[in-house]
């Protein structure tokens, strides 16, 4: 069981906007690690979307963004398209559990 | 042009050894801020941090498999080997290896296309 809470799913029309959250505790966001974004379509490895909180790597859509606050973390995409439906993974650094946490995961359809 | 390619068994009895290498190009492991990092999915499941080792030697483990897991590397072949002892059906995953940048918490930059590992008898 991951410390670092998603949705199971988040779905929304193409042009529509969805977040996706990812609730942690004092031990990983809350003590101010940063969080990480993957985005994994069907089928393939997963991809780095956001990296240190709201960072896009080279290429990555100005569509994705991310942000922090307290113990949790979004992911928002703006203007949905068909090519987003995967799965996105938060990631952070659990210190209580000292170990490299990964959440749960959300899966986006696109209506 | 940075690439990673998980190579080994793809069928391991129950109580066997894996081993996994990670064959790496267009980076090195001595430059600071580098590492490499194992990472699996299970069938259907989440994303899980196995193992990392950093560019200095450091080496980290996930504190549930610690005792199972060692990471050790060869730079001069760029390659970073994972071994997981008494292999159990549960330990079925995608097995991924992916390029570690340093942040508070590190994060993979590039991965590799993973190789899928069946523990059976």
């Known amino acids: 069981q991951s410390v670092l809470t998603q949705p199971p799913s988040v779905s929304g029309a193409p042009g529509q906007r969805v977040t996706i959250s990812c609730t942690g505790s004092?031990?990983?966001?809350?003590?101010?690690?940063?969080v990480h974004w993957y985005q994994q379509l069907p089928g393939t490895a997963p991809k780095l979307l956001i990296y240190g909180n709201s960072n896009r790597p080279s290429g990555v859509p100005d569509r994705f963004s991310g942000s922090k606050s307290g113990t949790s973390a979004s992911l928002a995409i703006t203007g949905l398209q068909a090519e987003d439906e995967a799965d996105y993974y938060c990631?952070?650094?659990?210190?209580?559990?000292?170990?490299?946490?990964f959440g749960t995961g959300t899966n986006v359809t696109v209506l | 042009q940075i690439t990673l390619k998980e190579s080994g068994p793809t069928l391991v009895k129950p109580t066997q050894t894996l081993t996994l290498t990670c064959t790496f190009s267009?980076?090195?492991?001595?430059?600071?801020?580098?590492?490499v990092g194992w990472i699996r999915q299970p069938p259907g499941k989440a994303l899980e941090w196995l193992a990392l080792?950093?560019?200095?030697?450091?080496?980290r483990y996930s504190p549930s498999l610690k005792s199972r897991l060692t990471i050790t590397t060869d730079t001069s072949k760029n390659q970073v080997v994972l071994t997981v002892t008494n292999m159990d059906p549960v330990d079925t995953a995608t097995y991924y290896c992916?390029?570690?940048?340093?942040?508070?918490?590190?994060?993979?930059?590039?991965w590799g296309q993973g190789t899928l590992v069946t523990v059976s008898s």
């Open positions: 004092s031990s990983n966001i809350g003590a101010g690690y940063d």
């Open positions: 267009g980076f090195s492991l001595t430059t600071s801020g580098v590492g």
């Open positions: 990631q952070s650094f659990d210190s209580s559990l000292n170990a490299y946490v």
């Open positions: 080792i950093y560019w200095d030697g450091d080496k």
């Open positions: 992916a390029r570690a940048r340093r942040s508070s918490s590190w994060y993979a930059d590039y």
